[in-house]
């Protein structure tokens, strides 16, 4: 649980492999068992999902049996980095399925920069405007603007 919050409060992503021998109609099982509704019930507590997709199992015994009880279990942060989700019915030497998905980097949101006016020393900024004077038809082009306003930051941070 600390990990979560820890993770959740940071917007660090969450991405973790279970066979949670857990049986759900949610996440594509055809039935549901008692551990399914009580682990629905902790990821719903925790802000935790499930990215898996479809309804192929996950689990195949040599009796036959087959179910969906191995879940890919993200936070939002993960959730929006897992793609393309899939079984994987190959040879395993397993009585489980691999589970594939690519992990992208991409971010979603871009940061966005907010100046905090309400902070600004204004006696320091009228000084150092008026001892470096910048004319603003000296500023041509975005690296004249950037330059100037780091060399304003500099005198003002």
């Known amino acids: 649980i600390p990990l979560v919050n820890y993770a959740n409060n940071n917007k660090l992503p969450i991405i973790i492999g279970s066979d949670t021998n857990a049986q759900h109609t949610l996440w594509g099982n055809k039935t549901c068992n008692n551990r399914g509704e009580s682990l629905v019930d902790l990821l719903s507590s ?3 999902n499930w990215v898996n997709k479809g309804t192929t199992p ?37 009585d ?15 940061p966005r920069q ?4 309400k902070n ?3 006696e320091v900024f009228d000084t150092f405007l008026t001892n470096n004077p910048t004319p603003i038809h000296d500023i ?9 306003a780091t060399k304003l930051n ?4």
């Open 154 to 157: 500099e005198h003002t941070s």
């Open 58 to 94: 996950t689990f195949l015994n040599s009796r036959g049996h087959e179910s969906v009880i191995d879940l890919t279990i993200t936070n939002n942060t993960g959730n929006d980095q897992v793609e393309n989700w899939k079984v994987d019915l190959s040879y395993s030497n397993s």
């Open 46 to 48: 925790l802000g935790l």
């Open 120 to 122: 600004t020393d204004w």
């Open 140 to 148: 041509n082009s975005n690296k004249d603007l950037d330059t100037a």
């Open 114 to 117: 907010v100046r905090l006016t």
């Open 96 to 110: 489980h399925h691999y589970i594939t998905f690519n992990i992208t980097s991409k971010r979603l949101n871009k």
